[in-house]
């Protein structure tokens, strides 16, 4: 690999420890993401299942660093209050809601089929 690349990936990772590091909720997605991909591990599920939780964990966690990264941007360009700044922000972390919301209602279609046929459900009859 050529230096330019290594250091590129650098950066990237540098990224990404960043939003760890400074973003509560990039971290509570995080850990949601780590305890969802978890209890699918647990339940077993199937590859394809597992495929599309990986996807909409991916989608929201995406979705919050570009808002990390858009609200720095604003931060900088902008650094008194302004109307179209606050729009600019609002429309990133509604594009984060929207994406959490899709992953819940995604993670609802891949576990209550499972999480209905467990044990603790069944009454014994």
């Not at 989608?59 to 931060?75: D, G």
């Not at 429309?91 to 994406?99: D, I, M």
Request: glycine share 4%.
């Amino acid at each position: 690999m050529t230096r330019s690349l290594i250091q590129s990936f650098r950066y990237a990772f540098e990224g990404i420890k960043f939003a760890l590091r400074t973003q509560k909720n990039f971290r509570i997605h995080f850990l949601i993401a780590v305890a969802v991909f978890s209890l699918g591990i647990y339940l077993k599920l199937g590859l394809f299942e597992l495929d599309i939780l990986i996807c909409a964990i991916c989608f929201v966690l995406i979705t919050e660093m570009i808002n990390t990264s858009l609200e720095e941007i604003v931060n900088l360009v902008t650094p008194t209050r302004r109307a179209r700044a606050t729009i600019a922000k609002d429309v990133a972390a509604g594009a984060v809601l929207f994406s959490s919301i899709c992953a819940i209602i995604v993670g609802c279609l891949v576990f209550i089929p499972h999480l209905i046929n467990l044990p603790i459900w069944r009454t014994g009859r």
